[in-house]
């Protein structure tokens, strides 16, 4: 299996384990509480200089996971240890060169 096919497989199980209807849903509030995040432009080192390492990473490296919580107006990663008060699961991908190439960013309750 791929690493982009197991972060689909991941975040399709994710749904399925949730109760409630409505969730996961899309943040489409993601540009204002993520604004480091731009598609086409931010590259890998950036992400992590502002986030710091992810959660979990998929691809060698392409596909990066963090849990967020929110901290005032913005949104900041939670170490595994504290993963269930962070409802909210970015998903960024990068393209070989590295180049961030979509996010998306998830709230899961």
Same mark, same amino acid.
């Given at each position: 299996?791929s690493?982009r096919?197991? $972060?689909?497989?991941?975040l399709? $199980? $994710?749904?399925?384990?949730?109760?409630?209807?409505?969730?996961?849903?899309?943040?489409?509030?993601? =540009?204002?509480?993520?604004? =480091?995040?731009?598609?086409?432009?931010?590259?890998?080192? =950036?992400?992590?200089?502002?986030?710091?390492? !992810?959660? &979990?990473?998929?691809?060698?490296?392409?596909?990066?996971t963090y849990?967020?919580a &929110?901290?005032?107006? &913005?949104l900041? !990663?939670v170490?595994?240890?504290?993963?269930?008060?962070?409802p909210? =699961?970015l998903?960024?991908?990068?393209?070989? &060169?590295y180049v961030?190439?979509?996010?998306?960013?998830?709230?899961?309750?």
């Amino acid at each position: 299996m791929s690493g982009r096919a197991l $972060a689909l497989a991941v975040l399709l $199980a $994710a749904a399925a384990g949730c109760s409630a209807a409505t969730f996961p849903r899309r943040d489409t509030d993601a =540009e204002r509480l993520l604004p =480091e995040l731009r598609d086409g432009s931010t590259m890998h080192a =950036e992400i992590e200089g502002a986030l710091g390492p !992810p959660l &979990r990473t998929f691809d060698a490296d392409h596909v990066f996971t963090y849990r967020l919580a &929110r901290e005032g107006d &913005r949104l900041t !990663p939670v170490p595994i240890a504290e993963v269930g008060r962070a409802p909210w =699961e970015l998903v960024v991908v990068f393209d070989a &060169r590295y180049v961030l190439v979509r996010h998306t960013l998830l709230r899961l309750w």
